[in-house]
């Protein structure tokens, strides 16, 4: 299996900054793709952005410019640099990786895990 350990919400005034990050351990045999996910109060849970093979990034609109996503793959680790933080970003925001683990001799399954999930709160 693969786990997920997120750190880096908590609390934070309006323009202000914080820095996400993602470390996925486990039998991990490649890694397609690292993303953040938020879901606020009452709301579907949203892409916020996206880094796949290549480093090719995706953002959802209301973040770009602001939001930063980076990996460092030696690490498998994703963070978020988040800065001009406004009160509309407050949300829980998951970690998603997807990729293929080893299940076996010369076997790899496909992955889609999730991280425990992290508080983000934008407020004066």
């Known amino acids: 299996q693969v786990q997920l350990v997120e750190s880096g919400g908590g609390l934070v005034q309006p323009g202000g900054s914080l820095r996400l990050s993602c470390g996925a351990s486990?039998?991990?045999?490649?890694?397609?793709?690292m993303g953040w996910y938020r879901q606020g109060p009452g709301e579907q849970r949203e892409l916020v952005a996206r880094?796949?093979?290549?480093?090719?990034?995706t953002y959802r609109d209301s973040v770009k410019g602001r939001f930063t996503i980076s990996r460092d793959t030696s690490k498998n680790t994703v963070y978020l640099q988040m800065n001009s933080l406004e009160p509309e970003d407050t949300a829980v925001y998951y970690c998603?990786?997807?990729?293929?683990?080893?299940?076996?001799?010369?076997?790899?399954?496909?992955?889609?895990?999730w991280g425990q999930g992290t508080q983000v709160t934008v407020s004066s």
């Open positions: 486990g039998n991990i045999y490649n890694i397609n793709a």
């Open positions: 998603n990786v997807v990729g293929w683990r080893y299940s076996g001799i010369n076997r790899q399954t496909n992955f889609d895990s």
């Open positions: 880094i796949s093979n290549g480093d090719s990034t």
